[in-house]
């Protein structure tokens, strides 16, 4: 593959939006023509006995995937196998297409190895997205559905947007993602309180059987946090993703007055609000660790303290592909070096 470093310094004199598009132009190639796949899997695809476990019903090669928010529209699900996630998040996608906020609405902090993004859930709507993950059914590698509700729905109609898209996508995907963190619609985060969250669930659950998890954000107090997770997973949340991006851009030296920051300068906040969670529900739900994951030792740090995956995304930016593959050839050194025969063993190390 092409040396990324190489190529980083002409993709950052794009603005991000646009070196998104050219690498979803790329990535979305392998779903669109045969190439040559086994290939590329030899040497990117990283996956041992140490690496492997079995989540929601599928084997899980290794616990690095891709987070909510790159593959909008299911349009890379081939491209992210590729390049060695052990698991893709699509979305976050909404019953009716929009554009999203107005643009500009990304923007890199290169120094702090940080993005700053107010996109808004731009994405192509339901029915494109359930036409391309038909298309693809069934997947080599466990996919995610996130879901969000439209910008123009409101408060009290929100609902209905999340069950329409559990109607649609629960038998398309591995796991669901209700996305009520980001920053990026209006009113969003006012519906993570236990009325909306109580009542999602029982809906949902009478919809299906397939896993569905809560992602928070990580700007409450770990106290909320933990109150707010316990209850869902009360209500029947069959999981945790912790965190979303962060509005307190007190993390980087010149932020922008709107959209959430991921990335390195989210680590700290993420573990710590992961961390006070899996105090709580490790070994009593299913919790996945996202925030400023950008190397195996970070990674590790994660498992132990009791995420079953990770997710990285902002990483993939300042670091390129070749990230995923490294974390996992590290990873497995890691646990190797600590006694453990598979991951299985590590994860929640800290808890036990």
């Not at 070196?19 to 190439?35: D, F, K, M, Y």
């Not at 052990?86 to 120094?111: A, V, Y």
């Not at 025969?341 to 929640?348: D, K, L, M, R």
Request: net charge neutral; with cysteine.
């Amino acid at each position: 593959m092409i040396n990324y470093q190489s190529i980083k310094p002409w993709l950052f004199k794009l603005q991000p939006e646009n070196a998104h598009h050219i690498a979803e132009t790329v990535l979305r190639l392998p779903n669109l023509c045969q190439i040559p796949f086994n290939s590329f899997l030899e040497s990117h695809f990283i996956t041992n006995d140490v690496l492997s476990q079995e989540l929601f019903g599928r084997t899980f090669l290794n616990p690095v995937g891709l987070g909510a928010g790159f593959d909008k529209n299911a349009t890379m699900i081939r491209g992210m196998q590729i390049l060695g996630f052990g698991f893709t998040e699509i979305g976050t996608l909404t019953p009716k297409p929009q554009e999203g906020n107005p643009k500009p609405r990304m923007w890199r902090h290169i120094e702090e190895e940080t993005i700053q993004n107010a996109m808004g859930f731009n994405n192509e709507g339901l029915l494109k997205a359930q036409k391309r993950l038909k298309e693809r059914f069934p997947f080599t590698t466990p996919i995610g559905v996130n879901i969000g509700k439209n910008k123009l729905t409101s408060e009290s109609e929100a609902i209905n947007d999340y069950t329409t898209l559990i109607k649609a996508l629960h038998e398309l995907g591995d796991y669901l993602v209700i996305n009520i963190s980001s920053p990026n619609t209006p009113g969003l985060r006012d519906l993570q309180n236990e009325e909306f969250i109580t009542k999602l669930f029982s809906e949902a659950k009478a919809i299906t059987d397939k896993p569905i998890l809560l992602k928070i954000a990580p700007d409450m107090s770990v106290e909320d946090a933990v109150a707010l997770t316990k209850m869902a997973v009360e209500k029947g949340a069959d999981g945790i993703i912790a965190t979303n991006t962060t509005i307190d851009y007190s993390l980087v030296k010149s932020p922008y007055d709107k959209g959430g920051l991921s990335g390195a300068v989210l680590k700290k906040k993420s573990f710590e609000i992961f961390e006070a969670i899996a105090k709580e529900l490790y070994g009593k739900t299913v919790l996945i660790s996202v925030g400023g994951i950008d190397s195996a030792k970070e990674a590790y740090k994660r498992i132990k303290a009791g995420a079953s995956l990770v997710q990285i995304l902002s990483g993939l930016v300042f670091h390129g592909p070749d990230m995923i593959k490294n974390i996992n050839i590290e990873l497995t050194e890691l646990i190797k070096a600590d006694g453990y025969s598979n991951i299985t063993e590590a994860i929640g190390a800290d808890r036990k």
